[in-house]
């Protein structure tokens, strides 16, 4: 059978093709650490899991509407005022099989053929993909380290075009950890403002920032902007849910209808019994996250500190979320290198780096290319302190070998 082109443009996911892989290893009995999860490591809290099994218990097991339960839908502007000062109608959000059927969703019901969504990289490595899925074009804008990968108005007024539609913003950043301040976003949106294109704030990793920084995204910046905002959030990182696939999104009813009627169409309403637990998650206790962060701002000191100290390694500490992204264009310049890169044989550097450390190192990393800049590579710290350190001092064992 012949498939579709639209299938056949796009590839499976880097992130899960990798983690897939060193569970694979770890299963035949090889002591791999693997950096690759994009998930916390942390178990859904018990009191989200108990109004689960309470759901499942009273009969919450049909279908529900397609874009969502009232209740649910209830939790989520209840949390948009709490959490971010936005007020939203019910009929302003919908509720969808995790952030990233959001985002998919979303494209499926704005883009035409030749559209453009313009992509600051280092990106989350499904947004080209679905962009494409969507028959879409993926303008994808550089931004270097010295910017704090951050993308600046300069940039983004060159590659404004008539065919743009939309624009992402993902802050904090997977894999950066980049977030932007209320000042950048402000810089941003004076380009932006008075334009027909969409800012679709990817905001699902709010939550996780670090050093007292607050989250802030582009409609809280004013009316104007929020109007022009669609906001793309979910519970999978915020409540350690990913295996439960609820995501949300909120912004114009319009867009916010076409979603529902698409959703309809395909996958009907998200699991009737995660939505229960996610009503749990969003209007509960909210002590859980803070629990989370403070594991995380720990591990981030270790990881970043420890992967500065390589050498020809540097590594910035993110902003927020739970990545490291340390540049190692030095290490291909190292005396080592070249028997590397002739025993791997890859088009990329970044994913030969990755293959050596896979095998030398028995150490799970991503590869920066993944994220549109080869060179870099992408660590999550959603393991233990110790799991970290060890592969650190691992990955230090297997670089210095190419001195
Ligand atoms: C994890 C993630 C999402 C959403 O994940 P879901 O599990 O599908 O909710 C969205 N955007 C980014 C950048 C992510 O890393």
Redesign the pocket.
Known sequence: MKLSKRIQKVKPSATLALTALANKLKSQGVDVIGFGA?EPDFDTPVQIKNAAIQAIETGKTKYTPAGGIVELKQAITAKFRRDNGLEYKASEVTVNC????S?YNLMQVILDEGDEVIIPAPY?VSYPPMVTLAEGVPVILQCSEENGFKLVPEQLKKAISSKTKAIVI?SPS?PTGAAYSREELEALAGVLQGKDILIIS?D??ESIVYDGRRFVNMANISDALKRMSII?N?V??AYSM?GW?I?YMAGEESIIKAVETLQSQSTSNPTSISQWASVEALAGDQSVIGDMLSAFARRRKIIAEGLDAIPCVSCRKPDGAFYAFPCVSEVFNMRGWAEIAAKYKGEFNSPMLCSYLLDEAKVAVVPGIEFGNDNYLRLSFALSDDQITKGIVRIEEAIRKLL
Do not use: C, P
């Open positions: 994009g995790g952030g990233k059927h985002f989350w993902n997977n990817d699902i990793y793309l979910g999978s990182k990913t696939r995501g």
